[in-house]
């Protein structure tokens, strides 16, 4: 699963096949579809699993008191990311390819992004409530505009390096000031 989610998010869902993953681990293929009959059900078990980490890594940011201090942190994952391969987030990735996936992988993914959003919004309304961000017209479109905009910079970075998340993460900020 590990070479499946760096594939991912590395070359796309549809750019790997089970012969690419046997070669990588050293293992027949065989071995591969005893745990995961078809691609579809690999590609839905990483997405699970990502989820998973992910919503873990922001549950251990429940301790930290500052939203202004999530918010940094929460960026800081997408460049950790990125810094590990040039890979983007699991969800961008099977984002493109979502005409292409099964009906279940697509709610995983369109699941992620909600998680996502709620747990921006929240942050955001502690971080005015806190006085840490300034007042917002629209809290949910500010935090969908935020993870856009972090996702975008992924991608954008294998343009050139990652200091495009950096630089989104920067301006989010500064926009975000009260």
């Not at 873990?56 to 990311?81: A, G, N």
């Not at 929240?122 to 840490?132: F, K, S, T, Y």
Request: with cysteine; charged share 25%.
């Amino acid at each position: 699963m590990d070479v499946a989610e760096e594939l991912i998010q590395t070359q796309g869902c549809n750019a790997f096949s089970y012969r690419d993953l046997s070669e990588r681990i050293g293992i027949k293929t065989s071995s591969i579809h005893y745990h995961f009959n078809t691609k579809k059900d690999l590609v839905t078990a990483v997405m699970i699993r990502y989820h998973e980490t992910f919503l873990e890594q922001l549950d251990v940011l429940k301790s930290e008191d500052s939203p202004k201090k999530k918010f940094t942190i929460y960026i800081s994952l997408f460049v950790k990311t990125f810094r590990r391969g040039r890979r983007i987030c699991l969800c961008a990735s099977l984002a493109s390819d979502l005409e292409a996936l099964p009906e279940d992988t697509c709610h995983l993914v369109t699941h992620f992004v909600a998680a996502q959003e709620r747990w921006l919004s929240e942050i955001l309304r502690q971080g005015i409530d806190q006085g840490e961000f300034r007042r917002l017209d629209d809290i949910n479109q500010t935090a969908r505009n935020v993870f856009y905009t972090l996702q975008g910079a992924m991608l954008m970075a294998r343009t050139s390096s990652v200091e495009r998340i950096e630089d989104a993460g920067k301006w989010i900020l500064t926009v975000l000031k009260p």
